[in-house]
């Protein structure tokens, strides 16, 4: 996966309709429902934002030998007719730093099949990206494919560097029989580990 434009995907935590995560694949779900008042779901999701965006700032730079100057999100595909703001974008817009440099991806509006990787599911707008390490933020990773063309769209845009930051990565009973045994036997802290570097999976580096 890591070949197709990311060079660095971290991960905050883990999410899904299995134990021990299945609370949190509620919260990941919760948190950008219209129907559901913005509460402990959008809080939770916000607190994780803030422990990868702000406490963890310098990691992707460290990792890669070049500090991002920017950030995007992954915006929903296709794209809907009326432009609205995403949640995740409304969040991440609130925890940058005043004057961050925001990369806009657009998605397109008709897409065969959203979920394949395809470098032209996402464009940039003018010359934003040119040049810069990117710090790309996704609320959920499942297989990846979004993450992924939105990167190849900014490294097609000239970005040097592409890190994704995904707040959940997801895990599903059924599709994935290997890693639903990984996780059972892996996921097993009862809580939330906020010491461990979601770039690296343990120390900050
Ligand atoms: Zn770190």
Redesign the pocket.
Same mark, same amino acid.
């Given at each position: 996966m890591l070949e197709d434009g990311i060079d660095l995907l971290g991960v905050v935590t883990y999410a899904g309709y299995l134990d021990p995560i299945a609370q949190s694949g509620h919260v990941m779900r919760g948190y950008k429902n219209p129907a559901i008042p913005r509460g402990s779901h959008w809080q939770t999701v916000r607190l994780m934002a803030a422990l990868g965006l702000l &406490?963890?700032r310098d !990691?992707p730079g460290k990792l890669l030998g070049q500090p991002p100057t920017a950030w995007a999100t992954v915006p929903s595909l296709p794209a809907t007719p009326q432009p609205q703001t995403h949640p995740l974008n409304e969040m991440v817009r609130q925890l940058a730093r005043q004057g961050g440099h925001e990369v806009v991806l657009e998605a397109k509006g008709h897409v065969q099949n959203p979920r394949a990787i395809n470098a032209s599911h996402f464009t940039v707008r003018a010359d934003s990206a040119r040049g810069r390490h990117i710090l790309l933020i996704d609320d959920t990773w499942t297989g990846g494919g979004h993450a992924t063309s939105a990167a190849m769209g900014l490294k097609a845009a000239g970005a040097t560097h592409v890190s994704v930051l995904v707040l959940a990565r997801w895990l599903s009973i059924g599709w994935e029989a290997t890693t639903t045994a990984w996780a059972k036997r892996a996921l097993t802290a009862p809580d939330f580990r906020p010491d461990v !570097? +979601?770039?690296?999976q343990g120390s &900050? +580096?």
């Amino acid at each position: 996966m890591l070949e197709d434009g990311i060079d660095l995907l971290g991960v905050v935590t883990y999410a899904g309709y299995l134990d021990p995560i299945a609370q949190s694949g509620h919260v990941m779900r919760g948190y950008k429902n219209p129907a559901i008042p913005r509460g402990s779901h959008w809080q939770t999701v916000r607190l994780m934002a803030a422990l990868g965006l702000l &406490c963890h700032r310098d !990691c992707p730079g460290k990792l890669l030998g070049q500090p991002p100057t920017a950030w995007a999100t992954v915006p929903s595909l296709p794209a809907t007719p009326q432009p609205q703001t995403h949640p995740l974008n409304e969040m991440v817009r609130q925890l940058a730093r005043q004057g961050g440099h925001e990369v806009v991806l657009e998605a397109k509006g008709h897409v065969q099949n959203p979920r394949a990787i395809n470098a032209s599911h996402f464009t940039v707008r003018a010359d934003s990206a040119r040049g810069r390490h990117i710090l790309l933020i996704d609320d959920t990773w499942t297989g990846g494919g979004h993450a992924t063309s939105a990167a190849m769209g900014l490294k097609a845009a000239g970005a040097t560097h592409v890190s994704v930051l995904v707040l959940a990565r997801w895990l599903s009973i059924g599709w994935e029989a290997t890693t639903t045994a990984w996780a059972k036997r892996a996921l097993t802290a009862p809580d939330f580990r906020p010491d461990v !570097c +979601p770039w690296t999976q343990g120390s &900050c +580096p």
